[in-house]
C-alpha cells in the first residue's frame, strides 16, 4: 500500500485509492450484484444488504464459498497487504438508495482490525465521531458534538481504514440526498473535488470486503447427535 494513498489530514490510517477498478467492472459487478437470488437480500431499516461467507461469530465463523466475481477482489485487496498477509473471507454488500444512511457505529473485534470498502454506482460522505463518553468536562455526548470529519468516497475508488480509524471512531452515512462538501471533507483533492462543490446522491453499492480471523474448522454435520 503505497504512502502516496494515505489522507494525512485524517487519524491513522486512511488509504483512498481513486479508481481502483475500472468502469467495465463497476458494471460487472453491479450486474452480478442484483443477479444474487432475492433470498441473498436482507431488508434493514435505511438500507438492505448481502452476506457473503458466513456470519462471524464470536466462537468462529462457519466458513461458505465466496461466488467467483466477489472473491477475485478478496484477493485483489489482500495482495495490497490490506490484512497483514491474510487473506479476505467475508463481504457485506450494503445497498443504499439516495436519501438511506447508515447510524454511526464501529465494525468491532470479530474482523481484523482493517476494513476495506468498494464503492459502486455513486459517491457518498463517511462521516467519523469520537465514541460515547469521550468528550471532556459537561459538553453534552451530541453526534454534533462528537462529529470529527468526513471523507469524501468516490464509485470505483477502494477505502482501507486501519489503526485508530478503525480501532477508535464511529463511522456513519448521514440519511440525505446530496452533500455540501466543506473543509470538513478531508481528502477532497484525493477525490478530485472542491469545498463548495454539491454532489446528488444516486443509488450506492458497498462491498465491504474484512478478514474473519475465528473460523470454524470442522464442517458441521446436519442432523446426527
Not at 489530514?9 to 488509504?15: E, S, W
Request: aromatic share 8%; with cysteine; glycine share 8%.
Amino acid at each position: 500500500l503505497g504512502n502516496q494513498f494515505v489522507i494525512h489530514d485524517a487519524q491513522p490510517t486512511v488509504y483512498y485509492i481513486p479508481d481502483f477498478i475500472s468502469e467495465d467492472e463497476e458494471t460487472y459487478l453491479l450486474q452480478e450484484v442484483y443477479k444474487s437470488p432475492k433470498t441473498k437480500w436482507t431488508q434493514l431499516s435505511g438500507r438492505r444488504l448481502q452476506n457473503w461467507g458466513g456470519l462471524p461469530h464470536p466462537k468462529g465463523m462457519l466458513p461458505e464459498k465466496i461466488p467467483d466475481w466477489l472473491s477475485t477482489y478478496c484477493e485483489k485487496i489482500s495482495s495490497l497487504g490490506a490484512f497483514s498477509g491474510k487473506t479476505a473471507n467475508h463481504v457485506l454488500v450494503n445497498e443504499y438508495k439516495q436519501g438511506e444512511g447508515i447510524m454511526p457505529h464501529e465494525d468491532g473485534p470479530l474482523y481484523h482490525p482493517t476494513v476495506t470498502t468498494v464503492s459502486l454506482g455513486s459517491h457518498t460522505l463517511l462521516d467519523f465521531y469520537r465514541p460515547v463518553g469521550s468528550l471532556e468536562g459537561d459538553a453534552p455526548q451530541t453526534e454534533e458534538n462528537r462529529y470529527l470529519f468526513s471523507l469524501l468516497v468516490r464509485p470505483r475508488s477502494l477505502l482501507i481504514l486501519q489503526d485508530e480509524m478503525y480501532q477508535s471512531l464511529l463511522h456513519g452515512i448521514q440519511a440525505c440526498g446530496q452533500d455540501n462538501l466543506t473543509d470538513k471533507v478531508v481528502n477532497l483533492p484525493a477525490a478530485r473535488a472542491r469545498p463548495g462543490e454539491m454532489l446528488i446522491r444516486d443509488t450506492r453499492v458497498s462491498l465491504t470486503i474484512r478478514h474473519v480471523p475465528r473460523v470454524m474448522k470442522t464442517k458441521l454435520v446436519l442432523g446426527r447427535k
